[in-house]
């Protein structure tokens, strides 16, 4: 089975304090994602990586960045965290897929829930 | 407008019952889709992928109409541990993305 480890389950930082969150897939999977959830927004993309050293901004980037220097491992940096950044962060991972019209699923870690004070 | 949307329920049924979830997608190029299943707290899992023939896998049955962009998924015979939240994921053209929708919420009451 596909792992997916996300370092920490539950992360109480403090406002302005740099945040890290880290990612590892055990499956040599090229694409690895960063999520946040929240009640009533759903999933929604923060940043994704194709390939080492490659990343594209998501949906919502502001206030995040991310780092992909071994394909295994996706990190989540948040440079000054604030109060709004308390949220559920799942990160997940696929396969890049037969052709570029298809991807595999999805596969996440057991998530972050960070709150910051 | 949203890329995927959902009813977010919930759903309360008793067991035993069939229940039936629709999700409507935005992009008509959409190529991959799927239903994943979050219990509380918890990441989501994969259910089951949706495939364009439709396809069934037990107690679920998995629907993708493409005329009318939407896709089903069908519970039978429902049990108490199918009390979660479903939802539907679609990935469009565009293959490092993936959309999701808000959620559906069941609960399955004894």
């Known amino acids: 089975d596909v792992k997916v480890t996300q370092s920490s389950r539950y992360l109480v930082k403090r406002t302005g304090e740099k945040v890290f969150l880290e990612c590892v897939q055990d499956?040599?999977?090229?694409?690895m994602f960063w999520y946040r959830q929240d009640p009533g927004l759903g999933l929604r993309l923060i940043y994704f990586?194709?390939?080492?050293?490659?990343?594209e901004k998501g949906d919502i980037p502001e206030g995040y960045s991310v780092s992909r220097e071994k394909k295994e491992r996706f990190s989540l940096i948040l440079e000054s965290a604030s109060t709004n950044q308390t949220s559920m962060y799942l990160c997940?991972?696929?396969?890049?897929?037969?052709?570029?019209?298809?991807?595999?699923?999805?596969?996440f870690g057991s998530g972050t829930q960070l709150s910051v004070l | 407008r949203k890329e995927v949307e959902q009813d977010p329920g919930p759903f309360n049924v008793p067991e035993g019952a069939t229940v039936a979830f629709n999700c409507t997608y935005s992009?008509?190029?959409?190529?991959?889709f799927f239903w994943y299943r979050q219990d509380c707290r918890k990441e989501p899992k994969l259910l089951m992928s949706?495939?364009?023939s439709g396809n069934e896998d037990g107690r679920f049955t998995a629907q993708l109409n493409r005329a009318s962009q939407y896709i089903s998924l069908l519970i039978r015979d429902s049990k108490l541990s199918d009390s979660a939240t479903y939802l539907c994921?679609?990935?469009?053209?565009?293959?490092?993305?993936?959309?999701f929708g808000s959620g559906t919420k069941l609960n399955v009451k004894p």
């Open positions: 997940a991972s696929s396969s890049r897929g037969r052709s570029f019209a298809t991807n595999e699923k999805l596969f």
């Open positions: 994921v679609v990935n469009p053209y565009n293959f490092n993305k993936f959309y």
């Open positions: 992009n008509s190029a959409s190529q991959s």
């Open positions: 499956m040599d999977h090229e694409n």
């Open positions: 990586s194709y390939d080492v050293k490659m990343k």
């Open positions: 949706v495939y364009s």
